[in-house]
């Protein structure tokens, strides 16, 4: 593991113990990922490593949480609607997975140069947006 991601870990230990978790409660060191709810949401973050074909690598900072399952009804006016939400949400993304049915709300960033501050702020956000958006939506888009 880089210093870099050394790092970043360790402040991602410090936000959830901000939180009254400990590491042994949210973070599964076998998958690099640590998961905790806030309200209604399920928030996952992780450190990916991406390389690319020159040979250099860069790590991001990842952070999802799963909104609601696509509807199988209105699905033109579900999309304009999460594009909507994508345009007016600040900080955060909708996204879906390859292979998925499911909406997430997601953020990410580049892991160089990003201090305490950003980190909590940035992950503080997406359990927020995710925290709001999954009840707006299901109650929106009802199964």
Partial sequence: MTDQKKEVTE????????LGLTREQIYNEAKMVWH?????????????????ANGNTRD???IFSPLLEIPSQNQIGFYRHLLELND?????????????????ATYERDIR??????LATCVYDLEYWAD???DELKSKFPA
């Fill in 132 to 134: 709001k958006l999954d």
């Fill in 11 to 18: 402040m991602l230990h410090k936000y959830i113990e901000s």
């Fill in 60 to 62: 991001y900072l990842r």
């Fill in 88 to 104: 007016k949400n600040l900080g955060m993304k909708l996204t879906i997975m390859p292979n998925s049915n499911w909406i997430y």
């Fill in 36 to 52: 905790w709810t806030r309200g209604s949401a399920n928030i996952q973050v992780y450190i990916e490593s991406i390389a690319f």
């Fill in 113 to 118: 140069g990003i201090d305490y501050d950003e």
